[in-house]
């Protein structure tokens, strides 16, 4: 018989939507197609062994918008677990705060599913833990794939992975190796500057950097300049034009 464990009404967790409806909304209509129809992207999405993908960039270049467009267009459809980590929220940048966040979204999912080999999983971490009191990181981990393990395939997705508390970045990275060794379903998806060192054998690699003078990137910028540029009604078209091409033309992926 299920507990009062079972659910995610315990979890202590940062709400990783905050930042996904910070996020959409400014996202020009039409932007990031390039991505979800990229070759890297279909061959990770539909690999029936689950996959790691690896979108590098530097700062500014979108990593950010890109990810939420990936969110957006995975959940009509399929099972995604994400989380954006972010240095202007100190617990946002924790790794305490991305695994809670990580399993509170698991145990939603759980049981929304009813899923009962999961719940219960999630109630032996519940009285371990006197109740969520005592929640160790390597606990949830373990927890965590016990739960994803009867839970079907999943895509998770992770944003600004560097942007990690630094001394936390190497558990980060574990995890991640985990989930893929571990389950044969789960497909990880994550942004970072390229700084960051993945091992992962198998790993596939898009790079925003290399990407900046591709089709994809500059159809971006030129949507987004047209959008912002369409709402300058006092501008004549030759000031607009001129400011178009100085834009589009010295764009960097910032």
């Known amino acids: 018989m299920l507990g009062s ?12 939507f905050e930042n ?21 992207f279909e061959k990770w999405k539909n690999n029936l062994n689950g996959s790691l993908l690896w979108l590098q960039g530097k700062a500014g270049s979108g990593k950010t918008f890109l990810c939420t467009n990936v969110i957006n267009d ?13 240095t202007r929220d100190k617990v946002k940048a924790d790794y ?6 990580f ?32 929640l160790v990181a390597e606990n949830i981990e373990a927890t965590l794939i016990h739960m994803l393990m009867v839970m079907g395939a999943a895509y998770v997705i992770v944003d600004a992975m560097d942007e990690c508390t630094g001394q936390y970045q190497g558990k980060l990275l574990a995890l991640v190796e985990k989930l893929l060794t571990t389950l ?13 060192n993945i091992a992962h054998k198998e790993v ?3 790079s925003l950097d290399k990407q900046t003078s591709d089709i994809g990137i500059l159809s971006d910028i030129k949507k987004y300049v047209d959008t912002k540029l369409q709402e300058q009604l006092a501008w ?4 607009k034009a001129q400011i178009k091409d100085t834009l589009v033309n010295g764009a960097d992926g910032q």
């Open 5 to 16: 464990g079972n659910n995610a009404e315990w979890i202590k967790a940062p709400n990783p």
């Open 20 to 40: 996904f409806n910070a996020a959409y909304p400014k996202i020009v209509e039409g932007t990031g197609t390039w991505l979800l129809d990229h070759e890297s």
């Open 74 to 86: 995975l959940r009509k459809n399929s099972t995604v677990f994400f989380y954006y980590f972010d």
């Open 96 to 101: 305490q705060g991305f695994i809670s966040s």
């Open 103 to 134: 399993l509170c979204q698991v145990a939603k999912e759980a049981v929304e599913k009813g899923n009962t080999s999961a719940q219960n999983e999630l109630e032996k971490l519940y009285n371990s833990s006197k109740k969520g009191d005592f």
């Open 184 to 196: 044969k379903n789960c497909y990880v998806f994550v942004s970072s500057r390229p700084q960051i």
């Open 204 to 206: 596939q690699i898009i």
């Open 236 to 239: 004549s078209p030759e000031l």
